[in-house]
């Protein structure tokens, strides 16, 4: 039997409260700043008054819907420990389908574009950029976002990652304009204004999530406006909701984009959408 006050009967507790084991566990490295392998192994491990007292504000705080990212402070994309704050989105795997998809890209075109052009919009974390300077330490990135405090947390990845990006405050192309790019990649806001899904995103900053026009304007934005700053034969890639696919499409190809497709994520759902920019 697993005695009160180790760390088995304080994962025990988070589980019958209902917590995912994965979590749970991972809040308990977090408090000890141990490996999640030594905690499996240490499960007989005593904790201390205040350990017990940090676990149990972190395991309500995670029953009221805060994401497990905000609570460690971290969360891993595309093989990338990244920092996260409330100030910005919680990657999400997701988004490594966009990544792999501009990352074939830069491989089909790294002897023609040796030092490729590429911009982030809305990089938040940085999670994309970062990733994608990682694959292709020749590629010359860009991030941009809107918020300040997104900007200071993807400055703090590029740099304990020791990643070179480029990192301008505003909104979507502004703070590039005269510039050109081989490839402009972004994860926009999506999510329809009344979608019934945000209640369960309610702790992740909302104008990182929410667009208008059913959660299509940011991506019109970005689309009407990204011809201005790509190269001939550049591309725009874009994620966007599982069902926003068709009106993604119809957008590119009324703003002037060639060879319009779409790439599927994991689980099978339109995830993301892609086209030429040819004069």
Same mark, same amino acid.
């Given at each position: 039997?697993?005695?009160?006050?180790?760390?088995?009967?304080?994962?025990?507790?988070?589980?019958?409260?209902?917590?995912?084991? *994965?979590?749970?566990?991972?809040?308990?490295?977090?408090?000890?700043?141990?490996?999640?392998?030594?905690?499996?192994?240490?499960?007989?491990? !005593?904790?201390?008054?205040?350990?017990?007292?940090?676990?149990?504000?972190?395991?309500?705080?995670?029953?009221?819907?805060?994401?497990?990212?905000?609570?460690?402070?971290?969360?891993?994309?595309?093989?990338?420990?990244?920092?996260?704050?409330?100030?910005?989105? #919680?990657?999400?795997?997701?988004? %490594?389908?966009? #990544?792999?998809?501009?990352?074939?890209?830069?491989?089909?075109?790294?002897?023609?574009? !040796?030092?490729?052009?590429?911009?982030?919009?809305?990089?938040?974390?940085?999670?994309?950029?970062?990733?994608?300077?990682?694959?292709?330490?020749?590629?010359?990135?860009?991030?941009?976002?809107?918020?300040?405090?997104?900007?200071?947390?993807?400055?703090?990845?590029?740099?304990?990652?020791?990643?070179?990006?480029?990192?301008?405050?505003?909104?979507?192309? %502004?703070? #590039?304009?005269?510039?050109? /790019?081989?490839?402009?990649?972004?994860?926009?806001?999506?999510?329809?204004?009344?979608?019934?899904?945000?209640?369960?995103?309610?702790? %992740?900053?909302?104008?990182? *999530?929410?667009?208008? %026009?059913?959660?299509?304007?940011?991506?019109? +934005?970005?689309?009407?406006?990204?011809?201005? /700053?790509?190269? +001939?034969?550049?591309?725009?890639?874009? +994620?966007?909701?599982?069902?926003?696919?068709?009106?993604?499409?119809?957008?590119?190809?009324?703003?002037?984009?060639?060879?319009?497709?779409?790439?599927?994520? *994991?689980?099978?759902? +339109?995830?993301?959408?892609?086209?030429?920019?040819?004069?």
């Amino acid at each position: 039997m697993i005695a009160s006050g180790t760390v088995g009967h304080w994962l025990r507790h988070a589980r019958s409260a209902g917590i995912d084991r *994965l979590d749970a566990q991972l809040l308990v490295a977090e408090v000890l700043q141990q490996p999640r392998t030594w905690v499996i192994a240490h499960e007989e491990y !005593p904790l201390q008054a205040g350990e017990r007292q940090r676990l149990d504000t972190l395991l309500t705080q995670r029953l009221d819907g805060v994401p497990l990212a905000y609570l460690t402070g971290w969360r891993e994309f595309d093989g990338l420990r990244l920092k996260v704050t409330a100030d910005v989105l #919680v990657p999400r795997a997701d988004t %490594e389908t966009l #990544v792999e998809w501009a990352s074939e890209f830069l491989q089909e075109h790294s002897h023609s574009r !040796p030092a490729a052009q590429v911009l982030d919009l809305g990089t938040g974390s940085g999670a994309i950029a970062l990733a994608l300077k990682h694959r292709h330490p020749g590629a010359e990135v860009t991030g941009t976002d809107s918020s300040a405090a997104a900007l200071s947390v993807a400055r703090d990845n590029a740099q304990r990652l020791q990643l070179d990006v480029q990192w301008l405050m505003g909104r979507w192309f %502004e703070p #590039v304009r005269g510039r050109r /790019f081989d490839m402009v990649v972004s994860n926009p806001p999506y999510v329809a204004p009344h979608d019934p899904h945000l209640a369960a995103l309610q702790h %992740e900053p909302a104008q990182a *999530l929410v667009s208008a %026009e059913a959660g299509l304007a940011d991506l019109f +934005e970005i689309i009407s406006q990204a011809g201005a /700053f790509l190269t +001939e034969g550049g591309v725009l890639r874009l +994620e966007h909701g599982w069902d926003q696919g068709l009106a993604v499409r119809q957008a590119l190809a009324a703003a002037g984009f060639r060879d319009v497709h779409t790439r599927r994520d *994991l689980a099978g759902q +339109e995830r993301c959408s892609a086209g030429v920019w040819r004069h």
